[in-house]
């Protein structure tokens, strides 16, 4: 089994790099590649750099990698600013970072049949408060855009999962003051995701 995980150098991903650690073949993708070097040696994976905003980037790691039996998009970025303070360059960031990535991932990475690929999407009353607009249009875009896309792939026999979590303290949370004190650990959010994910019959929404 060949299990891909995008953003393998942030918080999330590298949990969910350790937690399948020995149940296949982990191929570790991301922008920092020495820290996904360090984290391949450990854990007998592969490491690959590729800039997921990128087109060619993406049709590259395509090529490279084959066909995966899991995906997981834990890619993201936070960002903040109020309706009068919002710029067009942190909109572009956001739909980039969470929309975009995946965009080209569906279009380009090729699931085995039975394959399942998985997206971080975000609790609308969690982030539809002041200050987010930006972020949280940019997870009800990823949102929309893997339901639709699932219409299209459902004929291929793969699922396209959409995984709804409270906060989690990871890297994100840095430029906006620090996580809230309640956030789950990464460690805690990866165990809780692959155990719904994992389940024969998963929903295509589901909520941690």
Known sequence: MRILILGASGGIGESLARALQGE????????????????????GARAVRADLSQESEVQSLAEEVGAVDWLFHAVGVGGRATVHQVTVSLVEQMLTAHYLTAMWVLKYITLAPKGRAVFFGAYPQYVRVPGFAAYAAAKAALEAFVETARKELQRQGVQLIVVRMPAVATGLWAPLGGPPKNALSPAEAAWRVLQLVRRPEAPNLVEV
């Open 24 to 43: 296949g073949e982990l191929v570790l993708v991301g922008r920092r590649i020495e820290v996904l070097k360090r984290l391949a040696e450990e854990l």
